[in-house]
């Protein structure tokens, strides 16, 4: 599975934007897809995540209630909906696709196996 992320920029704080990550190949549906971020200096962080059929989605507390996950897989398609940005927000934002199943969710970035390249949020106070 080949991952490409899109839809980061430049905005300011309490706009929104919207990421999708495209997946490649006829076995999307079967993975569960989350995102990551990353500053520079830190770990990758844990945002948000959800299962094959989209049913189920978990969150970081530091975004829940203002970013949504969600997936289209007639599109192979993985979305970030992200409202009320803060500049804490900002960072190197990362699709991953894992084969894993977790309880509540696969928060351990090692538990996924394809990563898209990254797309970078910025947002100014």
């Known amino acids: 599975v080949q991952l490409v992320e899109s839809g980061g920029g430049l905005v300011e704080a309490g706009d929104s934007l919207r990421l999708s990550c495209a997946a490649s190949?006829?076995?999307?549906?079967?993975?569960?897809m989350g995102w990551f971020r990353q500053t520079p200096g830190k770990e990758r962080e844990f945002v948000a995540a959800?299962?094959?059929?989209?049913?189920?989605?978990y969150y970081a507390d530091s975004v829940k209630g203002r970013f949504t996950i969600s997936r289209d897989n007639a599109k192979n398609t993985v979305y970030l909906q992200m409202d009320s940005l803060k500049p804490e927000d900002t960072a190197l934002y990362y699709c991953?696709?894992?084969?894993?199943?977790?309880?509540?969710?696969?928060?351990?970035?090692?538990?996924?196996?394809?990563w898209g390249q990254g797309t970078q949020v910025t947002v100014s106070s």
């Open positions: 190949g006829r076995t999307f549906a079967s993975y569960a």
């Open positions: 991953a696709a894992t084969d894993m199943t977790c309880v509540p969710a696969c928060l351990r970035s090692n538990f996924y196996r394809y």
């Open positions: 959800i299962n094959w059929r989209g049913s189920t989605t």
